[in-house]
């Protein structure tokens, strides 16, 4: 069964996304970017990528967390790492993972 | 166009196992806050953006207006703006439909692979397409099969999973700190993102630190440029 009432606010939360995910194509598919936009935007990716993994790893559960006792913390440490070293990312994962596995074994 | 979709696949797949289990979560959440199987995978195939669906979830289940739902799903997505935009200087030549269909499965797991390949070689839509159908692949059968376990199952992120997502961008990350700007940029964007999740409400930590951190490497770009 459907709900009419749900399925109003799944097509609104689509309708709403997708928005955010073809407005500046939109905006910009005729006219192109202009060149001190480009600049700019060339950082983007380095700065959306920071700004998803350091509060993922720092505070992980909401609050400010800097101890040993933060497992994804201590991960991504061996993560950062193992991507310096390799630029893998089956490899970056592969060790990430088996080091969040380990400790959650052992539960430090 | 064929090799350039399987190598989209091909760079997507070890990724995947960062997607299945929020999809697993993601289905299971919808059937404990009391929708049916087929609204819970429905929303996947329709909206496709983990964040906002699991508050969009946590505030169906509270009985919050729908309004304030859609409002808070455009708040939670904003970031998707800043990505399009850094992907407009290289999709700007795709006839619009092509665009449309590319735009709609950019999530922050298919928008960081499609850069990456920008910085490796150049852009080109058939490793967007494959990067796109195989999560958006993913995302459906793992909320689907998340429906049908049910309670059933414990918490898959509760494994320690969800760190697989962190694990993968660092990998992404790397490489572009090589020049100086790029690790300032950085260093701005990780205090910034830290200050703000600990202070502002929401997911607002995101957009706010990828402003502030780009607009300011585009600044230090342009007085380098000056200074020449």
């Known amino acids: ?108 | 166009m064929m090799v350039e979709f399987q190598s989209g696949v091909r760079d997507g797949l070890p990724v995947l196992v960062g997607v299945v289990p929020f999809g697993l979560a993601c289905g299971i959440m919808g059937i404990t806050v009391g929708m049916t199987p087929l609204e819970t995978v429905l929303m996947s195939v329709l909206v496709f953006a983990g964040a906002s669906q699991f508050v969009a979830m946590t505030m169906l289940g509270a009985g919050a207006a729908g309004g304030l739902i859609v409002l808070t799903t455009l708040l939670i997505n904003l970031r998707h703006l800043l990505m399009g935009a850094s992907l407009a200087p290289h999709m700007n030549r795709l006839p619009v439909p092509v665009q449309a269909l590319l735009a709609f499965g950019m999530v922050d797991e298919t928008y960081a692979l499609t850069m990456d390949r920008v910085r490796q070689n150049r852009y080109h839509p058939g490793y967007q397409l494959g990067c796109n159908l195989s999560f958006y692949l993913a995302w459906i059968a793992s909320t689907t099969v998340g429906v049908c376990l049910g309670e059933r199952i414990a918490d898959p992120l509760a494994w320690g999973l969800d760190f697989a997502m962190p694990a993968m961008f660092l990998a992404l990350l790397m490489p572009r700190l090589a020049d100086k700007t790029g690790a300032l940029v950085c260093a701005l964007a990780a205090v910034v993102s830290v200050a703000g999740a600990m202070y502002l409400p929401g997911k607002w930590y995101i957009i706010i630190a990828s402003l502030a951190a780009s607009v300011a490497g585009g600044l230090l770009e342009g007085e380098n440029n000056a200074a020449q």
């Not at chain 1, 309708?15 to 600049?39: D, H, I, K, N």
């Not at chain 1, 060339?42 to 505070?59: E, F, G, N, Q, Y």
């Not at chain 1, 800097?66 to 490899?91: E, Q």
């Open chain 1, 1 to 108: 069964m459907l709900h009419n009432e749900t399925l109003l606010v799944i097509a609104g939360m689509a309708a709403a996304t997708f928005f955010t995910r073809f407005a500046c194509l939109a905006l910009f598919s005729r006219s192109g970017v202009p060149g001190w936009m480009g600049r700019w935007l060339k950082h983007v990716p380095t700065a959306i990528l920071t700004a998803l993994i350091t509060p993922a790893l720092l505070l992980p559960r909401g609050s400010l967390d800097i101890s040993t006792g933060n497992h994804y913390l201590l991960a991504g440490c061996v993560a950062a790492a193992a991507a310096y070293k390799t630029r893998s990312v089956i490899a970056t994962m592969t060790l990430g993972l088996a080091v969040m596995f380990a400790l959650r074994w052992i539960n430090l």
